[in-house]
């Protein structure tokens, strides 16, 4: 199962590495919004997108919205994460067709969790 993960802090993004890879998922890590699109327009293969709603170049919202937009046959499940308790931008995110959103800080058990509620199968 390929995952990517879209989110500008380093930290976030090594933690979610370090536990995706020691799950036997393979992840590909993007710090901007604008890098993960290009990606998705050159490939569809993704199965899992985590997206952090608060990115400095395109929001998470604007990058929904970009990414409903493609023409890809296969479409990843979105999970988005945030750190803010304000939910109105991930109702507006789970309106536009996330999949399931995650608060930051995580653990290994909160990813676990959300990738079963979305139906990926999870090696422990």
Do not use: W
């Not at 890879?21 to 919004?33: A, D, E, G």
């Not at 327009?41 to 899992?48: G, H, L, N, P, T």
């Not at 890809?72 to 996330?98: C, P, Y």
Request: glycine share 4%; hydrophobic share 45%.
């Amino acid at each position: 199962m390929r995952i990517m993960v879209v989110d500008n802090s380093s930290v976030s993004r090594s933690l979610f590495h370090n536990i995706l890879t020691r799950l036997n998922f393979n992840v590909m890590l993007k710090p901007t919004s604008i890098e993960a699109i290009e990606i998705c327009r050159k490939d569809d293969s993704y199965d899992v997108i985590f997206l952090d709603l608060n990115m400095p170049d395109i929001t998470g919202l604007e990058f929904l919205q970009l990414y409903n937009s493609l023409k890809s046959f296969a479409k990843a499940k979105v999970i988005l994460t945030t750190s803010e308790s304000n939910m109105v931008k991930v109702r507006e995110g789970l309106r536009m067709g996330a999949a399931e959103y995650m608060l930051k800080p995580f653990s290994e058990e909160d990813i676990v969790t959300k990738l079963k509620n979305i139906g990926a199968y999870v090696y422990e």
